[in-house]
């Protein structure tokens, strides 16, 4: 069966550059077109078909089918194919300098584009810079113009290997997949709103969760005093932070931490470690704590059968484990939670976790050969569901934090990302901020990573410039995260003082972005559009920059520069995209042109490069007290930095107030008038949740302005902007 459907007039939805009414034909060669009446825009060049992945070819008129496409929107086609076949999937076809982005947050030879990529959807395993980069989506994203999204759980590969083509190929005798055009002047994040509504977008964060937050990989090492288990190693680090003034919301407990073998499997603490487990989570929530646990869907075996944990035991009582698994390094196999009883069981157990206070999991492996590779997707997706609705069902939605290293799209409204074991060295840093990008790229937009690096072979690594350089990239990423513990802690030697002072004013500085970065995480999650931001989702006129691998836009008023290499040398780039000008954020003196490039030398630890483009507005403060009970008679408080230019005009910001089920969203609005004799900012802004303060930055220096609580106009008159 081939249906064909034409769409409908774009004209009174898009603005007059965008207006076109596409159509979508089958040409005689049974390849897909969607053209503009003029022009074809996407060409899927042929829909593939056969026994085997290795062996599919495009079908034809000839070949057992059942096709069926049309637009199901004024920009989005629908494409449904049915065959007698095991191997489905399609090829597009494009001009051979195009850059196709997506599938996977790992960047491949350090790149935010595919470029010579053909791989597995599925987690990338032990590679450069990053080991167990996972999160995954099958859509990929074009710089022609276009997005392509398959709807499926099914293993599947793509392959970029060929200039100007993608392809891919699924497992599955059927398969369902989109072509996504632009709605809006902004194409790139249009396409990505568009996918989103289609899989899935993430959930509404706590503040928490966005950190700083301060774990170890094994807090039953590294004592130092009187420390004599993981609970006090765990209060020492808590204690520290209290004596050093610097900010945190949550902590967790990696493995082992449990009874079981390798510390997993009998859903409980060691009561040599954590004594009090309850009273202990109890206290630490006290003291400004959210504790989340690590948890995985594996199962060891003990070489004493008398002291296998409750998960094996259950397992091979009931079968639930998948046949010829082959786990690495003994981790264990997975169970196959397709099977009900075994689903059923593995949540009633995880559910002590919450009941003891624990609000949250940080979720780990499924690639490492506890199940076979062809259910990766299909059983993460399980799990991921499981873990979620065991804290919803104590806590209520967006009151917890989960997060992994293992997920696919359709996993996103469940769970958030942080980016796998990353080297702790300059390659694993540049590495990191690449997938960041990427990550944001299949909108895993709530996303962070191991800062510093995960794999610390010795002491001092990472090196304290390492060290520095990640604290900063993690003070502008969405989440902040950082591994302490085995020799690795910076109040403690081999380190200095000076790396306490940067992961002072990094993590204090994240917590005082708060107020901006919980504005984009709602953001994210009403429309998909990531936080970390390819220079091409703001500046999408701008050719150059498309193979930018280490910059971004933090939201749309930040751009970030993070130094990757050795020495604190690197060239900026300034995107033509909303703005003509960039001022450098923590100095407000030097002004760089759109289209240009900026070569720091030597930049000191103590700096990073961080832009704000003309009429930039940034809510920084303190909302969310967390560990800072060293304020007495704390309460929140709220300013609004305000960067007037004459060229941008008006900006308005859509800030979010309150978190978890207290949402609302309040719209700043800012003018830039010429007046005779003086420039006059206006600010016109909803209830912000307190009382606050504007503060307009301008070429003699910056102007405050009390905003009531409440909606409300002020104006403030100065000479010069900084532009």
């Given at each position: 069966?081939?249906?064909?459907?034409?769409?409908?007039?774009?004209?009174?939805?898009?603005?007059?550059?965008?207006?076109?009414k596409y159509e979508l034909t089958l040409t005689k060669s049974y390849a897909l077109q969607v053209s503009d009446g003029t022009n074809v825009v996407v060409d899927n060049s042929a829909i593939l078909s056969g026994r085997?992945?290795?062996?599919?070819?495009?079908?034809?008129?000839?070949?057992?089918?059942?096709?069926?496409?049309?637009?199901?929107?004024?920009?989005?086609?629908?494409?449904?194919?049915?065959?007698?076949?095991?191997?489905?999937?399609?090829?597009?076809?494009?001009?051979?300098?195009?850059?196709?982005?997506?599938?996977?947050?790992?960047?491949?030879?350090?790149?935010?584009?595919?470029?010579?990529?053909?791989?597995?959807?599925?987690?990338?395993?032990?590679?450069?810079?990053?080991?167990?980069?996972?999160?995954?989506?099958?859509?990929?994203?074009?710089?022609?113009?276009y997005g392509v999204y398959t709807d499926t759980l099914k293993m599947g590969s793509y392959d970029f290997t060929t200039p100007g083509q993608a392809q891919f190929i699924f497992n599955s005798?059927?398969?369902?997949?989109?072509?996504?055009?632009?709605?809006t002047d902004s194409p790139y994040?249009?396409?990505?709103?568009?996918?989103?509504?289609?899989?899935?977008?993430?959930?509404?964060?706590?503040?928490?969760?966005?950190?700083?937050?301060?774990?170890?990989?094994?807090?039953?090492?590294?004592?130092?005093?009187?420390?004599?288990?993981?609970?006090?190693?765990?209060?020492?680090?808590v204690d520290h932070l209290y004596y050093n003034q610097i900010r945190a919301t949550s902590t967790f407990a990696d493995r082992p931490y449990g009874t079981g073998n390798r510390s997993w499997g009998n859903f409980d603490f060691d009561p040599k470690q954590y004594p009090d487990p309850g009273g202990f989570i109890k206290n630490l929530t006290a003291y400004g704590f959210d504790v989340q646990v690590w948890i995985a869907n594996r199962a060891s075996a003990n070489t004493n059968l008398s002291q296998n944990t409750m998960l094996w035991n259950a397992s091979i009582e009931n079968g639930w484990f998948f046949d010829n698994y082959n786990p690495l390094g003994a981790l264990g196999p997975a169970l196959n939670l397709s099977i009900p009883t075994a689903y059923k069981y593995f949540k009633e157990h995880l559910n002590y976790f919450p009941s003891v206070g624990v609000k949250g999991y940080k979720i780990d492996r499924g690639e490492e050969g506890e199940m076979p590779d062809y259910v990766q997707n299909e059983q993460m997706t399980l799990f991921l569901q499981m873990a979620h609705d065991t804290m919803v069902e104590k806590w209520g939605p967006s009151k917890f934090y989960n997060f992994a290293r293992s997920a696919v799209d359709r996993s996103r409204a469940v769970t958030h990302i942080w980016n796998g074991d990353s080297y702790a060295d300059f390659t694993g840093l540049a590495y990191s901020v690449a997938s960041g990008i990427r990550?944001?790229?299949?909108?895993?937009?709530?996303?962070?990573?191991?800062?510093?690096?995960?794999?610390?072979?010795g002491a001092l690594t990472p090196t304290e410039e390492v060290w520095a350089r990640w604290m900063w990239f993690s003070a502008f990423s969405p989440v902040y995260e950082l591994m302490l513990g085995t020799n690795h802690t910076p109040w403690y030697p081999p380190y200095n003082q000076t790396t306490v002072e940067v992961m002072k004013t990094t993590a204090n500085l994240h917590a005082e972005l708060t107020p901006y970065i919980i504005s984009y995480a709602h953001q994210a999650h009403r429309t998909g559009i990531p936080i970390i931001r390819a220079l091409f989702l703001e500046a999408p006129d701008d050719n150059r920059t498309w193979a930018v691998n280490d910059q971004y836009f933090f939201g749309e008023h930040f751009l970030v520069?993070?130094?990757?290499?050795?020495?604190?040398?690197?060239?900026?780039y300034f995107p033509h995209g909303n703005t003509n000008k960039y001022l450098n954020y923590f100095q407000k003196k030097e002004v760089h042109d759109a289209g240009t490039t900026h070569n720091i030398s030597n930049l000191p630890i103590t700096a990073s490069p961080v832009y704000v483009p003309q009429g930039?507005?940034?809510?920084?403060?303190?909302?969310?007290?967390g560990n800072a009970k060293w304020i007495k008679d704390w309460r929140p408080s709220l300013t609004i930095e305000i960067f007037p230019s004459v060229e941008r005009g008006e900006v308005r910001f859509q800030y979010f107030v309150g978190e978890n089920a207290r949402r609302n969203v309040s719209e700043l609005k800012?003018?830039?008038?010429?007046?005779?004799?003086?420039?006059?900012?206006?600010?016109?802004?909803?209830?912000?949740?307190?009382?606050?303060?504007?503060?307009?930055?301008?070429?003699?220096?910056?102007?405050?302005?009390t905003l009531n609580r409440g909606a409300g106009i002020v104006e403030v008159e100065f000479n010069e902007t900084l532009f």
């Open positions: 069966m081939v249906s064909i459907r034409h769409l409908w007039s774009l004209s009174a939805l898009l603005p007059a550059s965008l207006c076109a085997q992945n290795s062996t599919v070819s495009a079908i034809n008129r000839n070949t057992s089918h059942d096709l069926a496409f049309s637009f199901i929107s004024p920009t989005v086609a629908k494409i449904t194919l049915k065959t007698s076949d095991s191997f489905n999937g399609a090829r597009f076809t494009t001009a051979p300098n195009t850059l196709f982005y997506g599938v996977w947050e790992y960047p491949f030879n350090d790149r935010i584009d595919n470029k010579n990529v053909s791989y597995e959807l599925k987690g990338v395993g032990n590679n450069v810079g990053v080991n167990w980069s996972n999160a995954r989506a099958p859509f990929f994203i074009t710089s022609a113009g005798s059927s398969i369902v997949y989109y072509i996504i055009l632009p709605k994040k249009s396409i990505i709103e568009q996918y989103t509504a289609l899989s899935a977008r993430s959930e509404m964060p706590p503040i928490s969760g966005l950190g700083p937050t301060f774990w170890s990989d094994d807090f039953t090492l590294d004592f130092h005093g009187s420390v004599s288990n993981a609970q006090d190693n765990i209060q020492d680090v990550s944001g790229l299949i909108s895993f937009g709530i996303w962070g990573s191991d800062t510093g690096g995960y794999a610390r072979p520069a993070p130094i990757v290499t050795s020495g604190g040398s690197r060239s900026v930039a507005i940034i809510p920084r403060g303190d909302i969310y007290q800012m003018t830039l008038y010429n007046g005779l004799f003086a420039k006059t900012m206006r600010l016109e802004y909803d209830d912000l949740g307190v009382e606050a303060t504007a503060l307009v930055w301008h070429k003699d220096g910056s102007k405050e302005v």
